[in-house]
């Protein structure tokens, strides 16, 4: 038997949660598919494998209420709580193969600054608050290498500047388009250096809590295990067919799955021949993070560089003098991501008298449902992407981070962002 809605919405990640939430509040009748079996995909907090007193947060988890307006928004309405981060205390930095305090040699001093202003500037051309794929920024969207061009840096101040792309992105920083770290400088409020400490604050019991506060409060009907398999547009009408064999038939639908995964799915008719191209192969971000027990590394630090990990944050620290650190990375890290001895060595890269008691990790480029960290394109095609992306096609609208319009494209804001506006959309097409 067929089940009939007003809008059926696909992925109950943050945007799909958001959008269902949105539509439901304005009497519509929806429902979601998720293909998991739980809610929250690229969000996700659960006990530390072997040390289940601890907790960790494998996917997305810093955030800013001062910076994110979205994040702001929902925090307030939902009354979850928040916790701010605890200040950094020592740095390490690894750049021209050196292990430092300071990220460049005192002699780069002239160059770091030349890089910073650099940037800054070509942030301060971005609009925040608005669509960014609709501003004059195609000249943007260029490699890294291209970007810093003609600025005559040393090799220590282009490390850094590669490390906090790579950072970024989860990518191999000379093959993507630089204009993410550009975007993401806007958001830091036009601040180079805004990756240091400008999202320091993250959901008590993590992301879910907001997520879950949404579905209960709008008591949306959200179906585990449910994946799609195919999208069929027929007379007014868009037909849903899971693996499984279960059929769903709305009037319209939001796609809000990553975008790596869309080519998995069957569309009838076809996508338009843009889209296609553009879906045809994953995106070049594969980013990963890992969860790290601690021992003897100096207290409250963070890192960032070339060493094989491109960053370790602070996650928290225990009662026993051990701490949980977070590292990001890329699929080409560590050829283990879970093996504890090769994590040490990597962290002994910064550290190098570091013990590590425990490794946790989810591997998202392997997960099929996900296929991939958060999405990164290459040069000339990062805004691209997204205004093609925003074309509904027909009653199927395409919602996510990946194909969020905002400086916080990538991010949870992002996400939220993307529903809103996948809603607000699918309100028009059901008026017309
Ligand atoms: C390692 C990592 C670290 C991150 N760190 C941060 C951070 O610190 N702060 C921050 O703000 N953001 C962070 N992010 C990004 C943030 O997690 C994402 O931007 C956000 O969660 C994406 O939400 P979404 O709804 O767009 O997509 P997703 O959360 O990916 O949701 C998509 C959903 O679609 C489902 N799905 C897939 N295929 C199908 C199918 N065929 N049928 C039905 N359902 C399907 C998936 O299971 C998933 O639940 C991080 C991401 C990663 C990967």
């Known amino acids: 038997m067929e089940d009939t809605y007003d809008v059926v919405v696909i992925g109950a990640g943050f945007a799909g949660i958001v959008a269902a939430r949105d539509l439901t509040d304005r009497g519509r009748s929806v429902v979601v598919l998720e293909a998991g079996s739980r809610t929250g995909g690229r969000t996700y907090a659960r006990p530390f494998a072997g040390q289940e007193h601890l907790t960790v947060e494998l996917g997305g988890s810093w955030v800013s209420r001062a910076l994110q307006p979205n994040i702001r928004r929902e925090v307030a309405r939902y009354g979850v709580a928040v916790k701010s981060d605890l200040p950094t205390e020592n740095a390490a930095f690894i750049t021209d193969g050196v292990l430092r305090s300071f990220p460049v040699p005192m002699a780069e001093l002239p160059d770091l600054e030349r890089a910073l202003c650099h940037l800054r500037d070509a942030s301060k051309r971005i609009v925040t608050g608005q669509p960014l794929s609709q501003q004059p920024l195609a000249d943007l969207d260029v490699s890294a290498e291209d970007f810093i061009r003609g600025l005559d840096l040393g090799p220590g101040t282009t490390d850094l500047f590669y490390a906090v792309v790579a950072w970024y992105s989860g990518a191999d920083p000379r093959a993507v388009s630089v204009f993410g770290a550009i975007a993401q400088t806007a958001g830091f409020g036009h601040s180079p250096l805004g990756f240091y400490s400008s999202l320091n604050e993250r959901f008590v019991g993590g992301a879910g809590v907001l997520l879950q506060a949404m579905i209960d409060q709008s008591r949306l009907e959200v179906r585990l295990d449910h994946r799609v398999a195919q999208v069929e547009q027929t007379a007014g009408h868009v037909t849903i067919r899971t693996e499984g064999g ?28 843009r889209k296609e191209e553009m879906l045809a192969t994953d995106h070049l971000g594969r980013a990963y993070k890992g969860s790290y027990l601690v021992r003897n590394i100096p207290r409250r630090s963070f890192t960032l560089g070339t060493g094989k990990l491109h960053s370790l944050l602070l996650g928290y620290e225990c009662e026993d003098g051990t701490c949980v650190m977070v590292a990001f990375g890329d699929d080409k890290s560590l050829s283990d991501p879970l093996d504890r001895e090769e994590v040490q060595l990597a962290v002994r890269e910064y550290f190098p008298e570091a013990e590590v008691l425990a490794v946790d990790a989810h591997d998202w480029c392997a997960d099929p449902l996900f296929r991939g960290g958060y999405r990164v394109d290459p040069p000339g095609q990062a805004l691209e992407f997204v205004r093609v992306m925003n074309q509904a096609e027909d009653r199927v609208v395409f919602a996510g981070t990946d194909v969020d319009d905002s400086v916080w494209r990538n991010w949870i804001d992002g996400a939220i962002n993307s529903g809103r506006a996948a809603a607000d959309e699918i309100s028009a097409i059901m008026h017309r």
């Open 246 to 273: 279960q059929v769903v038939r709305a009037r319209s639908c939001v796609m809000a799955v990553p975008t790596n995964v869309l080519r998995h799915i069957d569309f009838s008719p076809r996508l338009d021949a």
